[in-house]
């Protein structure tokens, strides 16, 4: 899945810079239109601006993932428009480790080249960036369902987990089931009540991505006073198991519609799986982080609009965006399917 996805010169998301949108495999909220982004940048700068606690000389936003630069523009744009003092004080981060994706970006962001660095992961932004008393939103859209997963199938027979691994028959990719697996496949049922493991039924499958509780964790690591957000396709964790996904959640998307099968045509589709968003709730807990909400798309978006809805800044409201509200939290597109977790750190001074 790295592979297909991240290789240098093969990979999904490193040859097809139109992947997102109509001309693509698969729609996002940025594929939506300006109104995502615009909704977004409002509450940074609710988070972000001066509070009761006094002025903030040093706010700074840090996006990771930012593909070709379409979300950070239609941010920076909405701020510059509306919160020009904002605007003047930020530092916009990009964590991004391609080369040619930071092209894409750079050439999209190429006005607001002043106040936009890029860095290829959070140790070198860290390095150059990190200070204790600056006020920060770490963000990432569409981000930890594109990271690579282990797919996990249930022996009913013996009680255990065994992980699906992939082989070659020919010229073709195949699925089989590995001799050896880097998890802990046993510690993996003691996190599971044994009514559940009783009646799973034989090969059900469910995948885990230690990579994205990883990222996740290195984030909340840098993070010294602000905000973790990620809004991604995912569930929580009382809907990990269900009788409707035996084969799990990874898929395939090529031209709008899901691909029946997830090894052909490597480097050509885009693959996803939903995000654990109670591994990496944990993940972000475990390294102090408190969790403030976890709530659908929908949800979120809405509470920002109502805030908005009042603001003169954030501008009229006409059928355009009504229209891509709609798209963004109805339940039937955008809405339910994306969840997003929120998480933040307080300075150290106020801290119990």
Not at 12 to 35: A, H, K, W
Not at 148 to 164: N, S, T, Y
Not at 294 to 307: H, K, Y
Request: hydrophobic fraction near 40%.
């Amino acid at each position: 899945m790295e592979l297909a996805l991240y290789c240098p010169n093969y990979g999904y998301y490193e040859i097809n810079r139109d992947n997102p949108g109509r001309r693509g495999d698969f729609y996002t909220s940025v594929s939506v239109g300006e109104l995502f982004g615009q909704l977004l940048a409002f509450q940074l700068a609710e988070w972000l601006e001066p509070g009761a606690e006094g002025q903030r000389s040093e706010v700074g936003i840090i996006e990771a993932g930012a593909h070709d630069g379409t979300l950070a523009k239609d941010i920076l744009t909405w701020l510059q428009l509306a919160r020009p003092k904002l605007f003047e004080q930020i530092e916009y981060g990009i964590i991004e480790p391609s080369v040619r994706r930071q092209e894409w970006q750079k050439e999209k962001l190429e006005k607001f080249a002043p106040q936009v660095r890029w860095f290829t992961d959070f140790t070198s932004w860290s390095r150059v960036m990190r200070h204790p008393s600056r006020h920060r939103v770490i963000f990432s859209n569409e981000l930890l369902d594109a990271m690579p997963v282990h797919r996990l199938g249930w022996d009913a027979a013996a009680q255990k987990w065994f992980e699906w691994g992939v082989a070659l028959e020919g010229e073709k990719f195949v699925w089989a089931k590995s001799r050896k697996s880097e998890l802990n496949l046993t510690s993996i049922s003691r996190h599971l009540p044994s009514e559940l493991l009783a009646v799973l039924p034989d090969g059900y499958t469910v995948e885990i991505s230690p990579a994205a509780e990883n990222w996740w964790r290195e984030a909340a690591g840098v993070l010294e006073r602000g905000r973790l957000l990620t809004l991604d396709y995912g569930l929580g964790a009382d809907e990990l198991f269900s009788p409707s996904r035996l084969r799990g959640t990874l898929r395939a998307y090529f031209r709008q519609h899901v691909a029946d099968d997830l090894l052909a045509n490597a480097g050509e589709q885009d693959l996803t799986a939903h995000v654990n968003f109670a591994a990496v709730q944990a993940a972000g807990e475990s390294a102090g982080l408190a969790t403030e909400s976890f709530s659908t798309q929908a949800q979120f978006l809405t509470r920002i609009l109502d805030a908005a809805a009042k603001d003169k800044s954030f501008g009229g409201w006409n059928t355009l965006r009504a229209r891509q509200f709609q798209t963004l939290t109805h339940p039937e597109h955008l809405g339910r399917a994306f969840r997003v977790l929120i998480q933040s750190r307080e300075p150290l001074a106020t801290r119990s």
